[in-house]
Structure formats: structure tokens, C-alpha cells
């Protein structure tokens, strides 16, 4: 009989499956490393939905025949300082909530029926400004019209 040589070593396929291996297992610890962000980038998408909402419902009310900006009370300048929306603030669910909004949204972090967490404004042009203070990675959500 012939003697058959025998190779010791690792196939093509044994490698392959390793080195796919490690790569899901680093994906899994990037991902498991860092799931705050995540969540802080998914708060911040919410408030960004809801900031924008709200001053939908806004320009909706104030574009009606006869309805003013007047109608929610005593707004500040933006470059006085903003209002904040809620029963101890500037409080929007008597005018709009049912007709033009289901429900003024909250933040998500800090927001309660007292105080939602978003602020009102009217700039100088007189356009209304609703902003989220509270955003994270140190940045200001806002927006205007």
C-alpha cells in the first residue's frame, strides 16, 4: 500500500466561518457597547415629531378666519425668553386639543401635564417658534413658521 500524506492545517471553509464569526460577535459588542446613543438619538427624533406638531397645530388654529396667536395668552419675544407649554405655562390643550391635535405631546425625558417640556415663542418677524430645550447631545430642537 501507498502511503497517503496527510496536511495539517485549516481549510478555506474553517477560516471563512471564523473570521464571519468574529465579525458578528464584534457587531454585537459595538452594538451592546453603546446603546445609549440609540436611545438618546431616539428621544431626540421624538421631540424633534413633536415640536413639529405642535406648531403644525398652531399655524392650523391661527390660519383659521379670525383666530389669533392672542388666543393662548401671553407669549414671550424668542429674544426675551420662550414660554413653556403646559397647565402652568402657556397652556394649548383648550384651543387646540380634539380639532387640531389628539394630545399636546410631552418630551419624553422631562415632560409632565404641568410642563411638557417644549417652549413657545414668537420671533421678531412675528413668526411662531416651538423649540425643545431639553434635547440631547447638547443642541436646541426647534423650529419656525
Sequence with gaps: MKDRKT?????????????ALII?????????????KNFRDTRNAQRSADVTQILNAVTQYTSEEGNSIAAFGTITNCTVGDSSIGTEGIDLDAVLVDEFIVAIPMDPSVGTDAVTGYEICVTDGGRVQISAPHAENDKTIS???
Excluded: M
Excluded at 28 to 36: D, E, F, K, Q, R
Design 143 to 145: 423650529v419656525k413658521r
Design 24 to 36: 458578528i460577535l464584534a457587531t454585537i459588542t459595538l452594538v451592546a457597547i453603546n446603546p445609549g
Design 7 to 19: 496536511y495539517q492545517g485549516f481549510s478555506l471553509i474553517e477560516i471563512l466561518v471564523v473570521v
